[in-house]
């Protein structure tokens, strides 16, 4: 049966509002599909954006941080320099004030003596030589000779061997020389220097690090001791 124009039409129309409810559909459908992939993507961007910002800062911050220890460490090594130069200076100003003293120690003539006595016999075992020429102050030539004897008898003892020693009468020690005296052998290619400067230098140097403990207490640093 043949249907009416009416008919025809109607399906159509009736076509028509399906297909185009369908399309509306898919068209909805397209648009909160697009919606969730821009939603993603965004978030994705702002995520990553935001991990670039966050390394960003924890690497400025790690920089800052690195930057402090450093300047902390030169402060504290500025400070430490500091210090030791000061205590350096303390020590240097303490034995420039024990060596300007040591002229007082041969105003002292009997103790002065006695140790003209023993710096003379030090020397000669030190050189162990037949012949020694001593100098000395021009002051000190004939407080150097009335030590020479006993100093001599106590030389053949120890060491069961002579030696010939003359005071040199034309060479002298410098007269701002605090005392002591010099022993040359061998025409003076062999010299040793007991003077009192260089008896304050020795023990100075051999000291130092008691004399150190002494004004400044143990080196919280060192672990063993001597």
């Not at 034995?95 to 003209?116: F, M, T, W």
């Not at 006595?117 to 030539?141: F, T």
């Not at 020795?202 to 919280?220: D, H, K, V």
């Amino acid at each position: 049966m043949a249907l009416s124009d009416s008919e025809v039409e109607k399906q159509i129309n009736h076509m028509k509002r399906f297909i185009e409810q369908e399309a509306q559909e898919k068209a909805e459908e397209i648009l909160i599909k697009a919606e969730e992939e821009f939603n993603i993507e965004k978030g994705r961007l702002v995520q990553t954006e935001k991990l670039k910002i966050s390394t960003y800062y924890e690497r400025k911050e790690k920089q800052v941080e690195l930057q402090k220890k450093i300047q902390h460490s030169n402060l504290l090594n500025q400070a430490r320099l500091a210090v030791l130069k000061a205590r350096d200076d303390h020590i240097k100003h303490i034995l420039e004030e024990a060596q300007a003293q040591l002229g007082e120690i041969s105003k002292n003539k009997d103790k002065y003596k006695r140790l003209l006595e023993s710096l003379v016999l030090q020397g000669l075992y030190q050189l162990l030589e037949s012949e020694v020429v001593i100098r000395c102050r021009k002051a000190d030539v004939e407080l150097v000779k009335s030590v020479l004897t006993p100093a001599l008898k106590t030389y053949t003892t120890v060491c069961k061997k002579t030696v010939q020693v003359n005071v040199s009468s034309t060479d002298f020690l410098p007269s701002d020389c605090a005392g002591g005296v010099e022993l040359l052998a061998c025409s003076g290619k062999i010299k040793v220097t007991n003077t009192l400067e260089s008896r304050l230098d020795l023990l100075s140097g051999q000291m130092l690090p008691e004399i150190r403990t002494m004004l400044f207490g143990p080196n919280p640093s060192r672990h063993f001791m001597d």
